[in-house]
């Protein structure tokens, strides 16, 4: 068999690839794999993953041990009880914390400000990869160049054309929201969904762009609307990506408190647990064990979200990153 043809050719090929000058990149692959790479890497594991133990074990700790003795006095006088997360629950006092109904303020104002951006950035995305139409182009780099406006640039129009609408020349174009207790979560929804489409739509866009061409011309001939490409080819092969955005989008609404401050009440019908947490933080600094034990229930939901979706996560940044 000539060695240009069947196994042959992925013999040479193979030879050709092992035996060939190492690259930038597989030289920095080498190093990463080392014993000693994967032993630094589990030792700044490691270092990164003891303050959160820390903030555990001082949350668990009895009042008078957690103001007297630092949290690894634990293992020498092992004392744990549940009453700090009781009383910043579901205490009787509003001082005491009572974050359980902030809990449920950022769950309900997290979910839809996730869920919002994802489905219209992908839809926007499709469209700027797939849907050859005039000033396309123009059109992805003005939302490219959208990412570089400060957030705070944009709190005050955004303010603006929710409490008094938008007016031109005397005539009102759009009216004001006029938005009391609950409803003003839509603000917020509002908010972080016009905060997080540029990024949205530029990270599903490289990802969309680089899917065969040939698989979206074998839907259309075999009759396939851009409804049906989009929906059964498009998004089972970027679930990687919609994972990452998932998560980056996720952790920064939970943990936000800008938008929070400005679009939601100050009160337990809007805001969010982060700014029960500043309010705390503020007035209540000396009870540490309340800080503490709110300070974990905040960080306890995000680590679920990003372990249950981290081999998405993981898969969602490799993507793309080697072609063949």
């Known amino acids: 068999m000539s060695a240009t043809t069947g196994t042959g050719a992925v013999v040479n090929a193979e030879a050709l690839t092992t035996t060939g000058p190492p690259t930038a990149a597989g030289r920095v692959r080498r190093r990463l ?3 000693t790479a994967s032993a630094v890497a589990v030792v700044i594991a490691l270092l990164w993953t003891i303050p ?3 903030l555990l074990v001082s949350s668990l700790r009895p009042e008078q041990q957690i103001k007297t003795t630092g949290w690894w006095t634990f ?3 092992p004392q744990l009880t549940l009453d700090n997360y009781q009383e910043v629950l579901f205490g009787a006092s509003s001082s005491s914390g009572q974050l359980s109904s902030y809990l449920v303020n950022s769950i ?3 979910v839809p400000a996730v869920l919002f951006p994802i489905g219209f950035a992908s839809l926007a995305a499709y469209g700027l990869a797939w849907i050859n139409f005039k000033g396309r182009d123009w059109l992805y780099i003005l939302i490219f160049a959208l990412q570089i406006v400060p957030l705070q640039m944009a709190l005050v129009p955004l303010l603006t054309l929710i409490s008094k609408g938008v007016a031109l020349g005397g005539v009102a174009v759009l009216p004001p929201w006029h938005l009391v207790d609950e409803q003003r979560f839509i603000a917020v929804w509002f908010a972080h969904t016009c905060f997080a489409l ?3 739509i530029f990270l599903l866009h490289n990802f969309m762009s680089e899917l065969p061409s040939d698989l979206m011309e074998a839907a259309r001939v075999d009759g396939a609307g851009h409804a049906v ?3 059964r080819i498009v998004l089972p092969l970027i679930t990687p990506a919609l994972a990452s955005l998932g998560i980056f989008q996720f952790l920064w609404v939970w943990n936000d408190l800008l938008v929070a401050l400005i679009f939601a009440s100050g009160n337990d019908t809007g805001a969010p647990l982060t700014v029960r947490l500043a309010q705390l933080a ?3 600094g000396n009870e540490w064990q309340r800080l503490t034990s709110g300070a974990f229930v905040s960080m306890v939901l ?3 979200v990003f372990l249950s979706l981290q081999r998405y996560f993981v898969r969602g940044l490799l993507s793309g990153s080697v072609k063949g």
Do not use: A, E, K, M
């Open 229 to 231: 490409v989009f929906r």
């Open 302 to 304: 995000p680590l679920i």
């Open 108 to 110: 309900v104002i997290t």
């Open 75 to 77: 293992f020498t006088d």
């Open 33 to 35: 794999t080392t014993r």
């Open 52 to 54: 959160t133990f820390g």
């Open 198 to 200: 540029p990024f949205g």
């Open 282 to 284: 503020g007035t209540r």
